[in-house]
């Protein structure tokens, strides 16, 4: 199973739109990046 992460405000009013973020850690990502963009 994979572990998430996951941020939402403390205090949300009926009908506001709020910013949700998730974060999760998948077994066969690494994190690794060669470059900036994700290659050379």
């Known amino acids: 199973m994979a572990r998430a992460l996951v941020n939402v405000p403390k205090v949300a009013r009926q009908?506001?739109?709020?910013?949700?973020k998730a974060m999760i850690a998948h077994p066969m990502e690494t994190g690794y990046r060669?470059?900036?963009n994700g290659s050379n």
């Open 15 to 20: 009908g506001e739109v709020v910013e949700i």
């Open 34 to 36: 060669i470059g900036p």
